[in-house]
Every structure is written in structure tokens, then in C-alpha cells.
């Protein structure tokens, strides 16, 4: 049990992939089509497609985190 935080740091100085994750607590998408349209004119100004974008609320890295894990099955 620890706090966000820690699992993002955790992958990002070991470099390894499993137990840390750089993404949690953060809202990940891909290939989002933008429009930016002018203000004023209501005309199209920019439009395109992004590579990506992630969100994280400030603080939600510092909520605790507890992780459970179980298998089952029949004998």
C-alpha cells in the first residue's frame, strides 16, 4: 500500500514495466481528432489529430492506493 505517486516513480527511475505504472491515476487516449474554432467567427481555425494526451487531476497522485490480487479456481 502506498500513495499514486510512488508507483509512477517506481517505472520511471527502474525503467521496468509491471509493478509501476508512469500512467496511474491518469486518463490516457489516443488519435483524439481536434477542432479549434475562432471565437468570434464561430469559423474553423485548426483542426487535426493528436498522438496522444493525458490527464491527471493535481493531487490524485497522492491518494493512497491498496492493491489486491486473487486467483481461484476448482481443484
Known amino acids: 500500500m502506498n ?3 510512488y508507483y509512477i516513480n517506481l517505472e520511471k527511475e527502474s525503467g521496468k514495466k509491471g509493478v ?8 490516457v487516449f489516443t488519435e ?5 474554432y475562432d471565437k468570434e467567427t464561430d469559423k474553423l ?6 498522438a496522444g494526451m493525458q490527464f ?3 493531487g490524485d497522485e497522492k491518494r493512497p492506493v491498496y492493491c ?3 486467483l481461484g479456481g476448482d481443484s
Open 68 to 70: 489486491l490480487f486473487a
Open 20 to 27: 509501476g505504472d508512469k500512467f496511474e491515476a491518469t486518463q
Open 3 to 5: 500513495n499514486f505517486e
Open 32 to 36: 483524439i481528432g481536434i477542432k479549434i
Open 56 to 58: 491527471r487531476m493535481n
Open 45 to 50: 481555425f485548426l483542426k487535426g489529430t493528436s
